[in-house]
């Protein structure tokens, strides 16, 4: 890529150019949304993701798993206030649990309509994410 950046630059030359032609004008970036660890990080939470919506951004990816509850009253309090407005891409489980809570926790969720389990188990558990990719409509992503 560094090459393809400094010969672009060097003939004045978009590097797409050399790779086919241009597909796009913008692409979608998922956003990091950080959990809240007590109810008064809630309303920074919602207005950290205004700003961002004022931006052109609103594909999120949400951390989540030290507290279920409290990710499940920020992920409410988001759709209450920011409606259809915020695309929820992935919970990201960041591999702290046993696939078996994190099924339970991604059923509790799934009424947010988020499409990637991220992290979903221990990394070392290979059977279990299997057999929580069988369960969940949702798709398993894995670092």
Partial sequence: ????????????????????????????????????????????????????????????????GVDFKKDEALLAALRDRLGDRVMLKALDFRARHCWKDTLRASDRLKQFGFEVNDSPSWREDLAGMAELRRRVEADISEH
Avoid: W
């Fill in 1 to 64: 890529m560094a090459c393809f950046d400094i010969t672009g630059k060097a003939l004045d030359t978009p590097v797409h150019t050399f790779l086919g032609g241009q597909v796009r004008d913008a692409i979608d970036i998922c956003y990091p949304l950080f959990q809240v660890k007590a109810e008064a990080e809630y309303e920074r939470n919602l207005g950290y993701v205004e700003e961002l919506l004022d931006q052109g951004i609103s594909r999120f990816r949400a951390h989540v």
